[in-house]
T-cell receptor
Framework: DAGVTQSPTHLIKTRGQQVTLRCSPK?????VSWYQQALGQGPQFIFQ???????QRGNFPDRFSGHQFPNYSSELNVNALLLGDSALYLC???????????????FGPGTRLLVL | AQSVTQLGSHVSVSEGALVLLRCNYS??????LFWYVQYPNQGLQLLLK??????LVKGINGFEAEFKKSETSFHLTKPSAHMSDAAEYFC????????????FGQGTTLQVKP
């Protein structure tokens, strides 16, 4: 049973560029959440996708956008990269329950983004 | 609004000693609480979760946590530390919305000395 997978593992970009990160959820899961973890900090919620729509968004600018595909995989896009976007980007998958709540989130290994 | 405070950014114990990592939460609704562990250059692994059933929750690798409503605490313990326990530990509370968004503490680095 494959867990949550993310690609690429590492990425180096320069300021102003755009980046796309990818995530495949754990088998049987239909919801994907994205988190940003700056060095020495706890993860911060970016947004969550369910049924190919953004369900909730954290306190991140519109430069951060996402997409969910019919197979439940997801992409995180960041435009106009800033030095401060350097971080570990974590994807978590979960299963939507009856009534709209979510089961436990399981995390992937993350993509480490360095912006120069 | 929900929040989590982890007391102590660094904890150092000797191998075989008791591990105690502290977490206090703030929540306007009955909380769902989690402990995750992060090994160097890896993602987060779920250690255990509290979902309003038993107040003493047992997790993987010999860890357990006790939910104390009166103290708004969810401290993580392990009777005997092992060198392989050295890692970053995060306490998290689930947000009040249905999305299950997690709100994390700042993390505690556990060092285990031989």
């Amino acid at each position: 049973d494959a867990g949550v997978t993310q690609s690429p593992t590492h990425l180096i970009k320069t300021r102003g560029q755009q980046v796309t990160l990818r995530c495949s959820p754990k088998s049987g899961h239909d919801t994907v959440s994205w988190y940003q973890q700056a060095l020495g900090q706890g993860p911060q919620f970016i947004f969550q996708y369910y049924e190919e729509e953004e369900r909730q968004r954290g306190n991140f600018p519109d430069r951060f956008s996402g997409h969910q595909f019919p197979n439940y995989s997801s992409e995180l896009n960041v435009n106009a990269l800033l030095l401060g976007d350097s971080a570990l980007y974590l994807c978590a998958s979960s299963l939507a329950l009856a009534g709209g709540s979510q089961e436990t989130q399981y995390f992937g290994p993350g993509t480490r983004l360095l912006v120069l | 609004a929900q929040s989590v405070t982890q007391l102590g950014s660094h904890v150092s114990v000797s191998e075989g000693a008791l591990v105690l990592l502290r977490c206090n939460y703030s929540s306007s609704v009955p909380p769902y609480l989690f402990w995750y562990v992060q090994y160097p250059n890896q993602g987060l692994q779920l250690l255990l979760k509290y979902t309003s059933a038993a107040t003493l929750v047992k997790g993987i690798n010999g860890f357990e946590a006790e939910f104390k409503k009166s103290e708004t605490s969810f401290h993580l313990t392990k009777p005997s530390a092992h060198m392989s326990d050295a890692a970053e530990y995060f306490c998290a509370v689930r947000g009040s919305s249905n999305t299950g968004k997690l709100i994390f503490g700042q993390g505690t680095t556990l060092q285990v000395k031989p």
